[in-house]
T-cell receptor, first 111, second 119 residues
Framework: TQLLEQSPQFLSIQEGENLTVYCNSS?????LQWYRQEPGEGPVLLVT?????EVKKLKRLTFQFGDARKDSSLHITAAQPGDTGLYLC???????????FGTGTRLKVLA | GAVVSQHPSWVICKSGTSVKIECRSL??????MFWYRQFPKQSLMLMAT?????????EQGVEKDKFLINHASLTLSTLTVTSAHPEDSSFYIC???????????????FGPGTRLTVL
C-alpha cells in the first residue's frame, strides 16, 4: 500500500516567514501533485511534477520533485495569511491516474 | 473549463436511510471519476475508481455493497450510501478525468464536495 507522509502535520507561523512542507514515500511516482484545500471545499490543484529533480515555481511557492521521484517539497517564501489552508500532496504510480493523497499539512499564517 | 459539480452540497439524513450523491463534469466528458471521503481535519481517502460503462473498482477496506457507485454516462457518476449510519458521516468528494487525448485528460478535476451527516 502506498503511503505518503507529510511533515510537519501542523504549522503556525507569522506573516513574512518562510516555510517548507515535505512529502515522503517509499514508492516511486510517475506524477506528483500539490493541492490546497479550504474548509468545506474541494482541493485546488497547485502544481503537477513528473520529472525527477523538477522544480516549478508559482509566485511565492516553489515545488521540487525528488531525483528518485519518491519525495517532494513545497517551499513558501514570505507567507501571507491568504496562504492558510490544508496542503496535500498526491502521487500516482506509472500507468495510472489514480492519485493517493498524503497525510496533509495544516498551515496557519498569522497577520 | 474543466468544471465538476456535486449535488447536493450537504445532506442530513436519518440512520438506516440511503443517500445518493451526484458528481457531474459540466464542460467535458469524463471517462474516469474518483470518489474520496474525508474525515474532519484529515486527508482525502480514495474510496473507488469509476469508469463509464463498467463496474467501479473499490479500494481495500471499502464495502462495495455499502457504497454503490454508478457511472452511467460520460458526465455523471453517482455514489449511493446505503443504510447510512452515523459513522458514515463525512465529506465526500469526487474528481473527474477527461477523455484521452483531450486537455481535460491530463489531470483530475475536483468537485466542491458533499457533506453528509447521519443522525
Amino acid at each position: 500500500t502506498q503511503l505518503l507522509e507529510q511533515s510537519p502535520q501542523f504549522l503556525s507561523i507569522q506573516e513574512g516567514e518562510n516555510l517548507t512542507v515535505y512529502c515522503n514515500s517509499s514508492s516511486v511516482f510517475s506524477s506528483l501533485q500539490w493541492y490546497r484545500q479550504e474548509p468545506g471545499e474541494g482541493p485546488v490543484l497547485l502544481v503537477t511534477v513528473v520529472t525527477g529533480g523538477e522544480v516549478k515555481k508559482l509566485k511565492r511557492l516553489t515545488f521540487q520533485f525528488g531525483d528518485a521521484r519518491k519525495d517532494s517539497s513545497l517551499h513558501i517564501t514570505a507567507a501571507q495569511p491568504g496562504d492558510t489552508g490544508l496542503y496535500l500532496c498526491a502521487g500516482a504510480t506509472s500507468g495510472t491516474y489514480k492519485y493517493i493523497f498524503g497525510t496533509g499539512t495544516r498551515l496557519k499564517v498569522l497577520a | 473549463g474543466a468544471v465538476v459539480s456535486q449535488h447536493p452540497s450537504w445532506v442530513i439524513c436519518k440512520s438506516g436511510t440511503s443517500v445518493k450523491i451526484e458528481c457531474r463534469s459540466l464542460d467535458f466528458q469524463a471517462t474516469t471519476m474518483f470518489w474520496y471521503r474525508q474525515f474532519p481535519k484529515q486527508s482525502l481517502m480514495l474510496m473507488a475508481t469509476s469508469n463509464e460503462g463498467s463496474k467501479a473498482t473499490y479500494e481495500q477496506g471499502v464495502e462495495k455493497d455499502k457504497f454503490l457507485i454508478n457511472h452511467a454516462s460520460l458526465t455523471l457518476s453517482t455514489l449511493t450510501v446505503t443504510s447510512a449510519h452515523p459513522e458514515d458521516s463525512s465529506f465526500y468528494i469526487c474528481s473527474a478525468r477527461g477523455l484521452a487525448g483531450e486537455r481535460s485528460s491530463d489531470t483530475q478535476y475536483f468537485g466542491p464536495g458533499t457533506r453528509l451527516t447521519v443522525l
